[in-house]
């Protein structure tokens, strides 16, 4: 069983860098597995943010970039804002048409 | 402009079924990878199941054999057939456009709320 990992939560403070991981149970993310990453605020449906590792979507500020640090896919925000609070979600591609949701990062904006 | 909207979640009792529609606009639902993502009350998203554009699917092991996805191509619409239903399956269902060259979902619909109750 395959289980993505996510922090819980993190704290921001306005106008300060916040870098979130999705890691595997067991090994390590690479491209290979397209990651990508999508916002949520509560009672919204989801918007991409990131796809294919580092691509942004459409309209996505260049204060969000994804990358890969170590063996985790990483989302780092700069300058947090305070509508940057939410939840983030990655997402990897297990291939088979499988995809696999980390568990979500709560960021706080304070 | 792409958009998904979802509809025919509401109240249904253990062991019920219930269909879900997706219908889109600005694009074509047969030409494109189609998915269903839920979401818990209160909990994470969950990948649910994808229909290729060639007709092939695919399922997340908790609902395999009691969720099929299909479309129709005549109204552009997704769908997705629940059977046997219980507690667990209560969740916003979520429509999605797959994008298959960079493997990520694209586009959103805004939801529809199941709820598995007696």
């Known amino acids: 069983q395959t289980v993505v990992t996510q922090e819980p939560s993190f704290s921001v403070s306005p106008g300060g860098t916040v870098t979130l991981t999705c890691g595997l149970s067991s090994g390590s993310v690479s491209t290979d597995y397209y990651p990508s990453w999508y916002q949520q605020t509560p009672g919204q449906a989801p918007r991409t943010l990131i796809y294919?590792?580092?691509t942004r979507s459409s309209g996505v500020p260049d204060r969000f970039f994804g990358s890969i640090l170590g063996n985790k896919a990483a989302l780092t925000i700069t300058g947090a804002q305070a509508d940057d609070e939410s939840d983030y979600y990655c997402?990897?591609?297990?291939?088979?048409?499988?995809?696999?949701f980390g568990p979500g990062t709560k960021v706080t904006v304070l | 402009e792409v958009q998904l909207v979802e509809s025919g979640g509401g109240l249904i009792q253990p062991g019920g079924s219930l269909r879900l529609s997706c219908t889109a606009s600005g694009f074509t639902v047969s030409n494109s990878y189609m998915s269903w993502v839920r979401q818990a009350p209160g909990k994470g998203l969950e990948w649910v199941s994808v229909?290729?554009?060639?007709?092939?699917?695919s399922y997340a092991d908790s609902v395999k054999g009691r969720f099929t996805i299909s479309r129709d191509n005549s109204k552009n619409t997704l769908y997705l057939q629940m059977i046997s239903l219980t507690a667990e399956d209560t969740a916003v269902y979520y429509c999605a456009r797959w994008r298959f060259i960079d493997d990520y979902f694209d586009s959103w619909g805004q939801g529809t709320l199941v709820t598995v109750s007696s």
């Open positions: 294919s590792t580092n």
């Open positions: 229909l290729y554009s060639g007709g092939s699917t």
């Open positions: 997402v990897l591609y297990m291939g088979n048409g499988i995809s696999v």
